[in-house]
């Protein structure tokens, strides 16, 4: 059976559906699914075709990226999945460039959002900065400052 004619079978009827306002888009909880959309360029792991997701590493620094083999049957889970984890290295334009090379030739339409995904999950992985005290200027705020107590923010 054709990708095309599973996908007009199952897109209703999905249990990965996420509906939220009713003008909105239709979103899905698919795990390989790059944009969350649900749409048949996104969600393809329903129809057995090629996908692409980029997840978090379980280790916490990096992300992984999971191809699904093309020729491996749909009722086994495991072995139809291939996983490369990218490591958080020494820079981001690494990891954006591991996961070009990942997808590029195996999906191509999918290369900006996968890395756009990834570069999401790296952002979110960073610790945040710490916020400076403002520095007091002028004579007045400086005397006003003296006299006001010290309250430390957190």
Do not use: C
């Not at 990965?16 to 790059?34: C, D, H, L, M, Q």
């Not at 749909?74 to 490591?87: C, D, E, L, M």
């Amino acid at each position: 059976m054709s990708a095309d004619l599973q996908w007009l079978l199952v897109r209703n009827s999905s249990s990965f559906i996420r509906k939220g306002a009713a003008e909105g888009p239709i979103f899905s909880a698919e795990p390989v699914n790059i944009a969350s959309r649900h749409s048949f360029k996104f969600a393809t792991t329903i129809t057995s075709q090629k996908s692409v997701g980029v997840l978090g590493n379980p280790t916490g620094a990096g992300v992984t990226v999971v191809t699904r083999k093309p020729k491996a049957a749909t009722n086994v889970v495991a072995p139809g999945y291939s996983t490369h984890n990218i490591r958080k290295g020494s820079s981001a334009r690494r990891t954006y460039k591991a996961v070009v090379r990942l997808t590029g030739n195996y999906r191509p339409d999918l290369t900006k959002p996968a890395v756009a995904r990834a570069s999401a999950l790296l952002r979110a992985q960073q610790k945040p900065k710490e916020v400076k005290a403002k520095k007091v200027r002028g004579r007045k705020a400086k005397a006003a400052n003296k006299a006001a107590p010290v309250v430390v923010a957190e």
